[in-house]
């Protein structure tokens, strides 16, 4: 027809308080009161779930203690960020999964500490099996930016 | 009691592009499907239940847009709708399938669409599918959930960037071909390596596109697809299976899958052989249009049909064995890395497989196909919809 | 002839989500439960079918976080965002393959999301309805307007429906209202959406709830094909009617009338107020209920306030509508109309306690969902096998 073809702006403007239950809520106190990550069992096939869930997805069962783990551990994989997303960090930023000593599955956070304006270099020193520790920040939130990984 | 056989026997897809400002989304559904029904000769009315491929409505900015899109496909007819994320297509299709085989309905509408242009930057939708508690943060999307993928599967297999830049060389030559393809300019392998890093080693080049339009598929019972089809293209297995949530438990000594592979589309590929009778892959499988939106992950996608040992895929593509002339095709379309409307996504994959089992594939057509298996993946690397069409109703 | 599937296990958690426990850890312990009530193993489903609203749930893709929850790993898992009742359609329609012999169908709404008005809000299309501000409540509003000036139905006749369900709710332990109230506090009750009066309305509840279906087959591996051991499906429809509201007739249930014949004929149903022994329905408003009735053919058109003021649909009538209290009592949105199967399953099992109909055998459920109930489905349920 050509005519100019118009369009109109909508914003979803939804909030939503999404409740952490009770083994999400003590893992984040763990932290706020003590630095240090805790897990849960899962017992059918031993393992040791990190973060901690309620139950196992992959058992299909109900985990079952809590399981301190160690503030270090391996880096299982990595990327490096280095596209803006709109309402998202600056990049470049690297996101991690580290599997952590006396933990069975890994767990996701930043990667402090290396230089990543050249990412090849950087993913050198980022590759699987490097060795990092858990940092914390000073005044804990209650979520997973209260703590990140660096190269030990 | 045997199922009763199903066919496809039309489909419809638009040419696809970043934006559709001339359509509506409800008006994009119904253009998929009016090629879909001349496609298949036959007019709305022959249509006894409509299965609707929609993933997540932000991507549309429209909550259950189906409902919207009601129009579309026809009023007052049984309609539902499937989400399994980026798998929707292919389980919708699944779903029509169902329709057909338990013996209720003997022609089944197949519909969808997307215009995923239209949210801004789909990524922001797709921080919002993970874990609220422990993941969102991070920030997630599925770029970086793929590239943490590409880094297990480079350090198990071998993979590199350049054969990475492969995958992407070899599917925008045959989305060259493909009239509706979305992105449809050949490049070179240097100028894979080039591109922008989005999420290393994923770089902009190894990444699908965001595409806008509609596709539809109609099936039909064997009594009608006989009567309005010459060469039909049989549905003989379909299969699903689930990964685990949480990619940190596909990482570690004792996890039961890795992250690097497909396992759980390995397991539904051989559901859907075990239903299609299938048991030599690479032998009795002519074309493969697999669901890969990042360059690194055709390579576990190939891994997972079985026509291969994992890892050995990276090998044979070095050989052009993957090529639109080579011994296995896959993505004779040009894949998902060329085309993503990702509501009909993986509903295009299947529309693919169809075209090639029906010789209706034009440039892109593998001479002589008779089987093809198609696939979809949804979630985070997470469901895993499959199927095997064949000239040969079986 | 299809083949035949029955409901061997229902569970339901109300008030659920919210409470101090994560949406995903509320699915998981109804899914334990249903699978325990049902006596089918985890390692025995053969296929898994949800339904949830990524909007009411703020998760993009609703499926992936709680399919684990579901015990969804190595599984066949599907998801149907359309209706919370569409999980079921799609599960048996899997089960009459035959290549599937046991399906779990779950759906919930939590009420993570500051306001369900505002998610229905974005249901509407960006272009024409949008910014109109309407909503699930507002297209009812609509619906009970153009239903009330057709056929001169006094309000009173909604204000029955509401004071016999909220009767009926303060029995079941389940509901989230448990007070009965009277046809004149709902006629007291201020406007909400005109005709629409507060105590016509259901309540926003948090819950989930899950069925466990089996095929012929493993029903009688099961020793479930005794007369009243399970629910059997024996005619099922569902249709969608127009997104226009403005070239649809609101004054009827258009797709609930499709919908309900599709599901008769299947059954060999001819005169169901007569025929059923027991009917859940979904009632968006108490309007709605009335205007089921006629939908169902339970009456003719513009009949259905005689039937409620004759008590033909009350505790003692000749069809008992909505024992269990319906939405009106307790309304999950999103999984409220799979909750009326569930309902209806439990009464023709016996199980339904506090809310049992003596002797049903045969029942009705109806699910309804979008704008001005664009989409319904009917369900009919028989205690015997054959």
């Not at chain 1, 952490?20 to 899962?42: Q, Y």
């Amino acid at each position: 027809m050509g005519e100019k073809i118009l369009s109109r702006i909508e914003k979803w403007e939804l909030t939503y308080t999404h409740s952490m239950g009770e083994t999400a809520s003590h893992f984040f106190h763990e932290i706020k009161n003590h630095r240090r990550l805790v897990g849960r069992r899962a017992p059918k096939a031993g393992r040791v779930l990190m973060p901690p869930r309620a139950f196992s997805d992959i058992d299909f069962e109900e985990t079952t203690d809590w399981v301190p783990v160690a503030n270090e551990g391996r880096i299982e994989s990595f990327t490096i960020v280095c596209q803006q997303f709109p309402g998202m960090p600056v990049p470049p930023y690297a996101i991690g999964f580290v599997l952590l000593d006396g933990a069975d599955t890994a767990l996701g956070g930043f990667i402090r500490g290396v230089d990543l304006t050249e990412p090849r270099a950087a993913a050198e020193k980022l590759k699987i099996g490097t060795r990092v520790q858990v940092k914390y920040r000073d005044k804990p939130e209650g979520n997973v930016l209260d703590f990140w990984f660096e190269p030990a | 009691m045997a199922m009763r056989r199903v066919a496809i026997i039309g489909s419809g897809q638009s040419r696809f592009r970043f934006r559709r400002d001339d359509a509506t989304y409800a008006e994009l559904v119904r253009e998929g499907v009016r090629l879909a029904l001349e496609d298949a000769g036959i007019g709305i009315e022959r249509i006894g239940a409509v299965v609707y491929a929609l993933a997540p409505d932000a991507l549309i900015g429209v909550s259950n847009a189906e409902r919207w899109g009601a129009e579309a496909v026809g009023v007052d007819k049984p309609m539902m709708r499937l989400n399994t994320g980026g798998a929707t297509g292919i389980s919708a299709v699944q779903a029509g399938f169902y329709h057909i085989a338990s013996g209720l309905f003997d022609v089944v509408l197949v519909a969808g669409a997307d215009k995923v242009g239209e949210c801004g930057h789909a990524q922001v939708v797709l921080n919002k599918i993970w874990d609220p508690l422990y993941e969102r943060a991070l920030p997630l999307n599925a770029i970086n959930m793929l590239s943490l993928s590409a880094v297990r599967y480079m350090a198990k297999y071998g993979m590199t960037e350049e054969h990475m830049a492969m995958t992407t060389v070899k599917n925008r030559h045959n989305a060259a071909r493909n009239p509706n393809a979305h992105l449809r300019d050949e490049v070179t392998l240097q100028q894979v390596l080039d591109s922008p890093t989005l999420c290393w080693p994923i770089k902009r080049l190894d990444a699908c596109p965001q595409s806008s339009g509609g596709a539809a598929v109609v099936l039909a019972s064997e009594e009608v697809a006989r009567k309005l089809c010459p060469r039909p293209a049989w549905v003989r297995g379909v299969g699903n299976c689930a990964e685990s949530y949480f990619m940190g438990d596909r990482m570690g000594p004792k996890a039961p899958q890795d992250h690097a592979d497909a396992t759980a589309l390995g397991h539904s590929f051989q559901a859907a052989y075990r239903m299609a009778g299938l048991s030599r892959p690479a032998e009795e499988i002519d074309v493969a249009e697999l669901y890969a939106p990042f360059s690194n992950t055709e390579y576990h996608a190939i891994d997972a049909t079985g026509v291969c040992a994992k890892g050995q895929s990276v090998r044979l593509m070095e050989r052009g064995h993957f090529e639109l002339d080579g011994p296995f095709p896959v993505n004779p379309s040009g894949g998902t890395q060329c085309t993503n409307p990702i509501a009909v996504t993986a509903m295009l994959r299947v529309i693919e497989a169809a075209l090639q089992v029906m010789h209706k594939a034009g440039e892109h057509q593998v001479p002589d196909v008779q089987t093809a298996i198609a696939s979809g993946n949804g979630g985070d690397h997470q469901f895993f919809g499959t199927m095997v069409l064949s000239s040969d109703p079986g | 002839m299809l083949g035949q599937v029955a409901i061997v296990g229902v569970a339901q958690t109300s008030g659920a989500a919210g409470n101090g426990r994560t949406l995903e850890e509320c699915i998981h312990d109804t899914v334990r439960e249903v699978l325990g009530r049902a006596g089918v193993t985890h390692e025995a489903l053969d296929t898994i079918v949800a339904a949830s609203s990524d909007q009411v749930d703020g998760r993009a893709i609703s499926i992936m976080l709680t399919s684990g929850a579901l015990g969804g790993y190595g599984k066949d898992v599907l998801d149907t965002p359309s209706a919370g009742e569409h999980a079921l359609v799609l599960a048996w329609l899997r089960l009459l393959t035959g290549a599937y012999h046991a399906a779990l169908v779950v759906s919930w709404s939590g009420l993570e999301v500051n306001d369900l008005r505002t998610v229905q809000n974005l249901s509407c299309d960006p272009i024409f309805h949008r910014q109109l501000g309407l909503h699930d409540l507002a297209s009812h509003g609509l619906q009970a307007g153009a239903y009330q000036s057709r056929y001169g139905v006094d309000a009173r006749a909604a204000a029955q429906v509401a004071a016999k369900n909220r009767a009926a709710g303060a029995r079941n332990p389940l509901a989230t209202l448990r007070t009965p109230v009277s046809a004149e506090e709902v006629l007291d009750s201020p406007v909400v959406a005109w005709p629409l009066r507060e105590l016509m309305l259901p309540p926003d509840s948090a819950g989930v709830v899950a069925l466990v279906l089996v095929s012929g087959e493993r029903a009688a591996e099961l020793g479930r094909r005794g007369a009243g051991r399970a629910a059997w499906l024996r005619g099922v429809g569902w249709s969608l009617d127009s997104y226009w509201l403005g070239q649809r007739n609101l004054a009827e249930l258009t797709s609930l009338r499709s919908a309900a014949q599709r599901a008769y004929a299947m059954a060999g149903l001819r005169q169901p107020l007569a025929e059923l022994d027991v009917a859940e329905l979904h009632d968006v408003t108490a309007y709605h209920e009335l205007m089921a009735y006629e939908a169902l053919g339970f009456c003719a058109a513009g009949e259905g306030a005689r039937l409620i003021a004759e008590g033909r649909t009350g505790p003692d009538g000749a069809l008992p509508c909505n024992p269990s209290g319906g939405s009106l009592s307790d309304n999950p949105y999103f999984a409220t109309g799979l909750v009326r199967v569930a309902e209806a399953a439990r009464q023709v099992t016996g199980q339904a306690g506090a809310c049992q109909v003596p002797g049903a055998r045969l029942a009705l459920a109806h699910a309804s969902s979008g704008f001005a109930a664009q989409g319904n489905s009917v369900f009919i349920l028989s205690g015997e096998a054959d």
